[in-house]
C-alpha cells in the first residue's frame, strides 16, 4: 500500500532538536507537522536545564548569605521560602514554553498537533488528540525526539513508599527536613547540594565506589571531599536493598554498605538513577524500527533508524543525554535533510566533542578523554594539574575549593582532555575546548598573555609549573 502523504516531514516531540528541526524545514518551505503530547520545550525547559538551573542560582545565594561574614559583610541567617523559589522557577519556565510555543503558532508552515503519536503503518503516524479525537498524518521524513524520562529501578518495596524523581521534587513547597537521595550521578549531586543549602539534611546513597562514575577517581574524590564539607553525608559502595513508608510519615531506606546493612530515615527520597526513553506508546515495531536493549531507538552515524526516512534525535536515541548534544543532532539532520548532505559530505555524530558541566558549586566542566580513558587507548600522556587554591582570582573571591586537570597528549602537546572543578568551571573548561578545537597545543595557553586577574590566567602557571 503506498502512503499519500499529507506533510513533507512530520516532528514526534517539541525538544531541543524537534524544535529546531520544525522551524528550519518551516523556513525552507517544507510542510511540517509536529505532534506533542505534553509540553512544548522538552526535559530541558520544562523539567531539566531551566528550571534547576534556576533553583540552583536560589541555592547559591542562599549559601553566599551564610558566607557573608567570610568577606566582612554583616548579615541575617539567610531563610529560604522554598515556595518563592518555586514560582520564581516556575515564571521562567512558562516564559520559555510560551515563547516556543508562540514561534510555532504563527509559522504558517508548522501545523501544532497536541496529541500522543503512534505509529499505524511505516510513515504514518496516529494522534490521538488530547482535546479528543484521532488525526493520520504521513510524511516521507518523520523525526522522534520524544526523550527521556526518569527512571524507577526495581527496589523491594519502592513501588509502596513516597518518593521524589528529577521532576516532582522542585515542585515542593517547603524544605525537607532530611532529604534521602539515591544515586551519585550529576542530578543526584546537584540536587543534594541545592537542597543542602535551601537548609535540608541530605545523604547520597551510592552504590558506585566513587561518584560520577565517568570521572576519574582524583575528580570523583575531590567532588566527594567538596559535598562533605558542605554538611553532606555521601554513602559510596551503598547497595539499597529495601524501602518501606514510615508509619509518621517519610521513608526508611536500607543499603548494604561496606560497613555492613544500615538504615536510613528520611523525610523525603529522591530516585535519581538515571532516565530511560519515551518509546512505549510510539508503536515502534509497526514502523519497523528497532531499539536496544535498554529501549532506546538505535540510529547510525547520520541518525538513521533502521526503517528508512525515520530518524531519531535527542535522549531518545541513547546518545549522551545533554541539550547541546541534541541541538547538535538537530544541525546534522537539518544540514543532511537541507543541505543534500547524504549526497555529498554527510554530517555525523562520529568523532565531535561532548562537552558537558556538573552544576554542583564549584562547577565541575569537563571536554574530552579522562586521563583513565588516554591511558586505556594507550596513549603517552603528561597531566597538568593544579588546585584552584593556586589561582589568585579564586583567592580573590575566596572560592579555592577544587582544581584543574588537563591530559596533554606527550608527542604532540595537544589538549586530550580536561576537568576543571572550580568557580566557573564550565567557563574555563569551554575556553580548553575553543583550544581542543583550534588544534592549539598546550605551549601557546602557557605563554597567552591573560587579563590579570581573570580565572584564565590560571593556565599560565598550570602549563608553566604543573605539568608532569
Not at 523491594?156 to 539515591?182: C, N, Q, W, Y
Not at 548494604?256 to 527520597?269: D, W
Not at 543525554?321 to 559530505?345: K, P, Q, S
Request: aromatic fraction near 4%; glycine fraction near 10%; proline fraction near 5%.
Amino acid at each position: 500500500m503506498t502512503n499519500r502523504h499529507t506533510h513533507d516531514a512530520l516532528i514526534i516531540g517539541v525538544g531541543q532538536a524537534g524544535n529546531s528541526l520544525a522551524r528550519a524545514l518551516a523556513g525552507a518551505g517544507w510542510k511540517t507537522a509536529v505532534i506533542e503530547r505534553r509540553y512544548v520545550g522538552g526535559a530541558c525547559v520544562n523539567d531539566g536545564c531551566t528550571p534547576t538551573k534556576t533553583m540552583i542560582a536560589s541555592a547559591r545565594v542562599a549559601y553566599l548569605a551564610r558566607r557573608g561574614m567570610d568577606y566582612g559583610v554583616e548579615h541575617n541567617a539567610a531563610r529560604v521560602d522554598l515556595a518563592v523559589v518555586r514560582r520564581r522557577k516556575a515564571r521562567l519556565v512558562e516564559d520559555s514554553r510560551h515563547r516556543i510555543q508562540r514561534a510555532m503558532d504563527e509559522d504558517e508552515n508548522i501545523d501544532f498537533i497536541q496529541g500522543e503519536a503512534r505509529f499505524v503503518a511505516p510513515q504514518t503516524v496516529e494522534a490521538r488528540l488530547c482535546d479528543g479525537g484521532e488525526q493520520t498524518l504521513s510524511a516521507p521524513h518523520i523525526v522522534i525526539n520524544s526523550g527521556a524520562r526518569p527512571m524507577i529501578p526495581a527496589i523491594p518495596g519502592l513501588d509502596a513508599a513516597p518518593f521524589l524523581d528529577s521532576t516532582t521534587i522542585m515542585e515542593l513547597d517547603k524544605t525537607p527536613r532530611h532529604l534521602l537521595v539515591l544515586g551519585g550521578g550529576y542530578i543526584g549531586l546537584e540536587f543534594g547540594q541545592m537542597f543542602r543549602r535551601f537548609g535540608a539534611e541530605v545523604t547520597i546513597v551510592h552504590r558506585g565506589r566513587q561518584l560520577l562514575g565517568r570521572e576519574d577517581a582524583d575528580i570523583a574524590d575531590a567532588v566527594a571531599a567538596i559535598l562533605r564539607e558542605d554538611g553532606i553525608e555521601v554513602l559510596l559502595q551503598a547497595n539499597t536493598v529495601r524501602v518501606a513508608p514510615q508509619a509518621g510519615g517519610g521513608v526508611a531506606l536500607t543499603a548494604q554498605t561496606p560497613a555492613g546493612e544500615r538504615t536510613l530515615a528520611g523525610s523525603h527520597l529522591l530516585v535519581a538513577t538515571g532516565r530511560t526513553p519515551n518509546v512505549e506508546a510510539l508503536n515502534l515495531a509497526t514502523a519497523g524500527v528497532d531499539t536496544t536493549p535498554k529501549g532506546f531507538i538505535q540510529v547510525n552515524e547520520r541518525l538513521e533508524t533502521s526503517a528508512p526516512g525515520v530518524y531519531a534525535a535527542g535522549d531518545v536515541n541513547g546518545g549522551p543525554a545533554f541539550t547541546h548534544i541534541a541541538y547538535d543532532d538537530f544541525r546534522i539532520l537539518r544540514h543532511n535533510l537541507l543541505e543534500r548532505g547524504n549526497d555529498a559530505l554527510p554530517a555525523v555524530t562520529m568523532g565531535r566533542q561532548v562537552p558537558y558541566t556538573v552544576f554542583i558549586d564549584p562547577q565541575l566542566g569537563r571536554i574530552g578523554l579522562t586521563e583513565r580513558e588516554a591511558r586505556r587507548q594507550g596513549r603517552r600522556v603528561r597531566i597538568a594539574k593544579m588546585p584552584m587554591s593556586h589561582v589568585a582570582r579564586a583567592l580573590e573571591m575566596d572560592e579555592t575549593r577544587g582544581l584543574i586537570k588537563v591530559v596533554v597528549d606527550a608527542e604532540s602537546d595537544q589538549l586530550l582532555g580536561a576537568a576543571v572543578l572550580g568557580v566557573e568551571g564550565g567557563e574555563l573548561a569551554t575556553q580548553l575546548q575553543i583550544a581542543m578545537l583550534g588544534k592549539l597545543p598546550y605551549p601557546i595557553l602557557r605563554d597567552a598573555i591573560f587579563p590579570h586577574p581573570g580565572l584564565a590566567e590560571a593556565f599560565n602557571n598550570l602549563f608553566t609549573y604543573n605539568l608532569e
